[in-house]
C-alpha cells in the first residue's frame, strides 16, 4: 500500500472514457493524450486453446481487425459500452496507462476516473472498477458519461437550470438531464456507432448482395453517412465480396442510401429523446425548451443528426465542440474538480 | 458613412444582423425555422449574451448562421470570435494546472532535501543509540564492582570479626579489577588490620571450604597442623613454617591461599585428591632427598 503511494507520486492523475469503439485518456494539467481503438489482438501460442499473450492493443490492433492468420484473434473487450472480456480489457487498460506515463522507472500508479454509461448494472461497475485496478490504478472513481460529457461539452453544470445532453458512443446513446451537479434523469440505449455500421453492412448485403466488412462499413458512415436528407447526394465507391458469384466487386453506394439504412437505429435515439422529455420535470423542461439539447460523442458528427432530432422535437439542438472528446475531458475536469466538490459527480459505486 | 463601416469591423450581432435585413427575413421568421426563442436571437444580434453559457451561444450562432446560409468558414470565425468574448469553458471549473519547469525542479529538489534529512536523522538515532549502550555497559561494570565489594564487606562482618573495612585502604584494583582480585584484595587488607603479624619465617594459609573435604597439613617441622574433616562453608586459617605438605581429600571444593596467594590445585592429584609441597620447588628438593 505504502509503495503504491510511492508510486502515485511519479504517476498523472488519468480520466479513462473506455468506450466501444475508442478509448481517450485524459491526462490532468495535459489534456487527450491518447485516443485509441478499444481493440486488442491476442496470440494463441501453440494453437488455439494455448497460452494467450497480447499482440497489439489499440490502432495497430485494429488494423489487423478481419485480417488475422489462425493463431492471431482480434478482440473489442467492450461490447455496448459494457466489459465483455475481463482479461482483455485489464490489458488494454494496463497498455494505455503505461503508454501516457513517459516514466519506465517505476510501474505507475495513477487515481483514474472512468466514465460508465448510466445504465449499465451494479455488477458491470464493478467490473470496470476491478479491471482498472488490476491495471494498476490505485484509487478508482466512476462518473455516469452524460455527466462527463455535459462537464466536457461546458454546460454549467452546477447551475439550477435544466440541460439535456445527448451522448452518442459507439455501443450505446445515453440522454440525460442535469441540473444542479446531478442526473435528474438518465436513460441509456444500447444503440451507437457500431449499430449503424452493422446497419450498413446489412443494407448493402441485402441490396446490392454484397458482404462488406467492419470498417469498410465505418468508412461508408464517416465519409457520406446522413441523419437528414442533403438536396445533393454523395457517392461513394467500396469493394465487398458478392455472395452469389463469390468474387470481390466494387459498389457506389449514395448518401440517401446510407440515411436509409440508418433510419431504424436513428428512430431509437429520437425515441429515447421524446422519452426523456416526457419524463422530465416540467420545470427542467421549460428550461430544456429554452437552452436546447447538446450533442456529444462520435455518432453527433453523423451529418444532419442535430437537424434531425431539433425536426423532430422542435427544440434547438447543436453538437457541442469536439464532440468525440467530451467525454474524456469532462471527466478530467471532474477529476480536478474532486477535491473541492467532494466527489459531488461521483456515482455512488 | 460607408467608409466608417469598412473602417470599424462588425460584430456577430450585426453581420447576422445584416444577412437576415438582406434576405428579408424577419426573427419570428428565424426562430420559427430554427427553433430559437425569438427573444434569444434578438438579444444574439444586440450582444447582450452574457448570461448564456458558451457552449449554448456558439450552438445558437452556427445554427443562426447556417439558416442564413452562411459559409462555414466564416461561421467558424464568427464563432471563435463570440467565443473569444466570452469567458473560456475551462473558467467554469477550476483551471488545470500549468506544467511549470520550474515546479518540476522545485519538487525535485524537495524530494532530495527530504531524503537529506531523514537519512542524517536516521544516522544521529543510530550513532546516539550506540553511544548510549557504551554508556550504560561502563555504568554497569561500575555499580557491578561496587556491589561486590560492598557484599565482601558484608561477608566479614557476618564472620564476627568487628570493626569496618574502609575501602580506600584496599588496593585500588579491588575497584577496577575482576571479582577474585577484588575480593582477595580486600581479604589482604582486613588480614594487615585484623590479624596479629605471624613470626618469621613462617607463612599463613587460609582453606575456603565448599564442601566436605578431608585435610591434612604438615610444617616443615614435620608438626601436623591440620588433620581433620573440614565441614562445608567453613574458613580456617593457619600459620607455620614452610614447607608444607598438603593433602586436600576434595581438591574442587577448596579454595587454599598461602601468604595471600591463591595455590592451584589442579594437576597435583588424580580423582580430585591433591597433594602437594608447598612451595614447589622445594617438593623436588624433598622428592629428590626421598629418593636418594
Known amino acids: 500500500m505504502v509503495f503504491k503511494s510511492l508510486r502515485g507520486l511519479f504517476s498523472n492523475d488519468l480520466s479513462i472514457d473506455l468506450g466501444t469503439a475508442n478509448t481517450l485518456v485524459y491526462v490532468r494539467g495535459q489534456g487527450i493524450v491518447l485516443n485509441e481503438p478499444s481493440v486488442v489482438a491476442v496470440r494463441m501460442d501453440r494453437g488455439p486453446g494455448g497460452p494467450q499473450s497480447v499482440a497489439a492493443v489499440g490502432g495497430e490492433a485494429k488494423l489487423m481487425l478481419g485480417r488475422t492468420p489462425g493463431n492471431i484473434r482480434t478482440v473489442r473487450p467492450l461490447k455496448d459500452g459494457v466489459i465483455a472480456d475481463f482479461n482483455m480489457t485489464e490489458a488494454m487498460l494496463q497498455h494505455f496507462i503505461k503508454k501516457v506515463h513517459e516514466s519506465r522507472f517505476l510501474r505507475p500508479s495513477p487515481r483514474v476516473l472512468v466514465c460508465v454509461p448510466c445504465s449499465s448494472t451494479q455488477v458491470e461497475r464493478k467490473a470496470i472498477k476491478e479491471s482498472a485496478e488490476g491495471a494498476g490504478a490505485r484509487e478508482v472513481f466512476l462518473v455516469e458519461e452524460p455527466m462527463a460529457a455535459a462537464i466536457g461539452a461546458g454546460i454549467p453544470v452546477h447551475e439550477a437550470r435544466g440541460a439535456m445532453v445527448l451522448d452518442v458512443g459507439g455501443g450505446t446513446s445515453e440522454v440525460a438531464v442535469i441540473s444542479l451537479n446531478g442526473l435528474v434523469y438518465s436513460n441509456s440505449v444500447r444503440v451507437g456507432g457500431d449499430q449503424f455500421d452493422d446497419a450498413i453492412v446489412n443494407f448493402v448485403r441485402r441490396n446490392y448482395g454484397t458482404l462488406i466488412g467492419e470498417s469498410t462499413a465505418e468508412q461508408i458512415k464517416i465519409k457520406i453517412g446522413r441523419a437528414w436528407p442533403d438536396e445533393e447526394a454523395e457517392e461513394l465507391s467500396v469493394s465487398g465480396r458478392n455472395l452469389a458469384e463469390g468474387v470481390p466487386r466494387r459498389i457506389t453506394i449514395n448518401s440517401n442510401e446510407v440515411l436509409e439504412a440508418l433510419t431504424e437505429s436513428l428512430a431509437s435515439i429520437l425515441d429515447a429523446v421524446k422519452a426523456a422529455l416526457e419524463q422530465t420535470p416540467p420545470e427542467l423542461c421549460a428550461d430544456v425548451v429554452e437552452t436546447g439539447i447538446v450533442l456529444t460523442g462520435g455518432g453527433a458528427l453523423l451529418k444532419g443528426l442535430d437537424h434531425l432530432i431539433s425536426e423532430e422535437t422542435g427544440l434547438p439542438v447543436f453538437v457541442a465542440d469536439d464532440p468525440l472528446t467530451c467525454v474524456a475531458r469532462g471527466g478530467g475536469r471532474a477529476l480536478e474538480l474532486m477535491d473541492e466538490n467532494h466527489g459531488d459527480f461521483f456515482t455512488s459505486n | ?292
Open chain 2, 1 to 292: 458613412m460607408k467608409q466608417q463601416h469598412d473602417l470599424i469591423p462588425m460584430t456577430t450581432g450585426e453581420l447576422l444582423k445584416q444577412e437576415r435585413s438582406a434576405r428579408k427575413l424577419s426573427l419570428a421568421d428565424v426562430a420559427r425555422a430554427i427553433n430559437l426563442d425569438e427573444k434569444l436571437l434578438d438579444e444574439i444580434e444586440s450582444e447582450q449574451t452574457t448570461h448564456l453559457a458558451p457552449v449554448y451561444l456558439k450552438g445558437y450562432i452556427r445554427a443562426y448562421a447556417r439558416y442564413l446560409q452562411i459559409g462555414e468558414d466564416k461561421i467558424q470565425a464568427l464563432v471563435s470570435e463570440s467565443g473569444s468574448h466570452e469567458p473560456p469553458i475551462q473558467n467554469i471549473f477550476a483551471a488545470p494546472p500549468k506544467s511549470n519547469p520550474l515546479d518540476k525542479w522545485l519538487r525535485a529538489t524537495s524530494y532530495v532535501l527530504a531524503s537529506l534529512l531523514i537519512g542524517t536523522l536516521a544516522w544521529q538515532f543510530s550513532h546516539e543509540a550506540v553511544r548510549l549502550s557504551q554508556d550504560g555497559s561502563q555504568l554497569g561494570k561500575t555499580t557491578d564492582n561496587r556491589q561486590r565489594i560492598e557484599s565482601t564487606i558484608k561477608l566479614d562482618q557476618a564472620k564476627g570479626i568487628r570493626g569496618t573495612v574502609n575501602a580506600s585502604i584496599a588496593p585500588l584494583g579491588a575497584l577496577h579489577g575482576g571479582n577474585a582480585e577484588g575480593i582477595d584484595a580486600a581479604e589482604q587488607a582486613w588480614a594487615a588490620v585484623s590479624r596479629p603479624p605471624v613470626p618469621d619465617g613462617e607463612s599463613r594459609l587460609k582453606l575456603v571450604v565448599s564442601a566436605d573435604s578431608w585435610v591434612e597439613i604438615t610444617d616443615a617441622n614435620g608438626q601436623q597442623i591440620e588433620m581433620d574433616l573440614l565441614r562445608g562453608g567453613s574458613e580456617k586459617g593457619y600459620h607455620g613454617k614452610p614447607p608444607f605438605r598438603i593433602l586436600l581429600g576434595r581438591a574442587s571444593a577448596v579454595r587454599l591461599t598461602i601468604d595471600g596467594e591463591p595455590v592451584d590445585l589442579t594437576g597435583y592429584g588424580a580423582d580430585d585428591i591433591a597433594q602437594l609441597t608447598w612451595p614447589k620447588n622445594l617438593q623436588a628438593d624433598n622428592s629428590g632427598q626421598d629418593e636418594n
